[in-house]
């Protein structure tokens, strides 16, 4: 999403080659830091690097633009990578031997579908898929025709959880129901974390890696800490910035990047597991947490869980600082985001 822009240290384009480019610096202080772009998860990632890691590990980051394509197509539901593969095993009623990756993603979103109630369920995916979120095509909207109360009612009776999928070790196992597992409320975080990992095991930080303002940081720049921008869901602009510490991921859940209207009525990408409908108590929430898996799959839930209940499944989810836009536009925090966050005037 372009819920949230790095402040730091990036500033105009210089194109390098044909998939990476550097942000030049604007300021003095930002001359240390280089930021590298590439298109990948249907969304524009910046990496912002040591100025000299280009130099000192070349094939370090040869292989994060490898690594980021082979993530958009093994945790994509409906192309010809893993999850696809996962998933037609999975409607045949056979056993899959998943990746280590795979499956440390898998039991993560089941523990987070538990912890939630299924506010978070990557089940959801034959729902995302009727509604037409599965492609950047169909969130455009006209051909787009909603599914009406029978055919909703079909597919979650169709629809199985997350929280009963059997996974043990790398083996994956439907125990009953059907099953489209959608993974894109929680790939991105994790390939924010495995990128921000292997950053960090080189020794290269500080580093910030963002996934179309969803990100994460690694170690802090000098005399500095990160400072992000939120992005405002009904403009151009920005709500404030929040300041990000060592090891810290920011992840952002709106109605306003995937959606198509209907009869005045706004229809987006993130449903309720339990109606099949999209959310409509909610614009935006922002979650800070200790990796971006987390905040990832904990935006989107706590965008679904709403007004009397976002409060305490952030607790559950051992996540203190939130952000949260409801449906008019009406700005809370918890008071651990308060402490960070920098309105706009
Ligand atoms: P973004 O698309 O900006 O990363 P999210 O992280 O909130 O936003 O992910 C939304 C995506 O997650 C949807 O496009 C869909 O694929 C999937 N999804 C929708 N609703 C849910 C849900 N309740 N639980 C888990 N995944 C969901
Ligand atoms: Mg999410």
């Known amino acids: 999403m372009r819920t949230l822009h790095a402040l730091h240290g990036v500033a105009s384009l210089a194109l390098l080659n044909l998939t990476v480019v550097l942000l030049a610096s604007c300021s003095r202080a930002d001359n240390d830091v280089a930021t590298y772009r590439l298109l990948a998860m249907a969304t524009w990632v910046d990496i912002t690097l040591p100025r000299d890691a280009a130099e000192r590990e070349p094939e370090l980051i040869r292989s994060i633009e490898t690594e980021l394509r082979t993530f958009e197509r093994d945790y994509y539901a409906w192309g010809d990578g893993e999850l696809a593969a996962l998933n037609r095993a999975l409607s045949e009623s056979q056993e899959f031997d998943a990746s280590e990756g795979m499956a440390a993603v ?14 978070f ?3 959801v995916g034959a729902l995302v898929e009727r509604w037409g979120f599965n492609s950047d095509e169909a969130d455009r909207g006209s051909a787009a ?11 979650l009776a169709a629809t199985g959880s997350i929280r009963d999928l059997a996974i043990d070790g790398p083996r994956i196992r439907a125990q009953s129901g059907r099953y489209t597992l959608d993974l894109g409320g929680i790939a991105k975080g994790a390939a924010v974390d495995r990128i921000l990992a292997r ?9 910030l890696v963002n996934a179309g303002g969803d990100l994460g940081v690694a170690g802090e720049p000098a005399e500095r800490s990160w400072r992000i921008g939120i992005q405002a869901p009904r ?17 952002t859940s709106g109605d306003y990047e995937r959606f198509y209207d209907v009869d005045g009525q706004r229809m987006h990408h993130i449903l309720d597991p339990r109606t099949g409908l999209p959310v409509n108590h909610t614009q935006a929430i922002t979650v800070v947490a200790a990796n971006g898996t987390l905040a990832d799959a904990a935006a989107t839930a706590l965008f679904v869980a709403g007004p009397g209940e976002w409060r305490s499944m952030a607790e559950q989810l051992g996540i ?15 008071a651990a ?5 920098q309105p706009n005037r």
Do not use: W, Y
């Open 199 to 207: 950053l960090r095991a080189h020794g290269v930080t500080p580093a």
């Open 235 to 251: 403009s151009d602009g920005m709500l404030g910035a929040i300041a990000l510490r060592d090891g810290e991921a920011a992840f």
């Open 337 to 341: 985001m308060r402490d960070r966050f």
């Open 320 to 334: 203190d600082a939130v952000l949260r836009v409801d449906a008019s536009g009406a700005i809370e925090m918890t």
């Open 145 to 155: 025709r909603p599914p009406n109360e029978a055919e909703i009612a079909e597919l």
């Open 121 to 123: 369920d990557p089940g």
């Open 106 to 119: 898998l039991g993560e979103a089941q523990a987070i579908a538990r912890t939630t109630g299924g506010a």
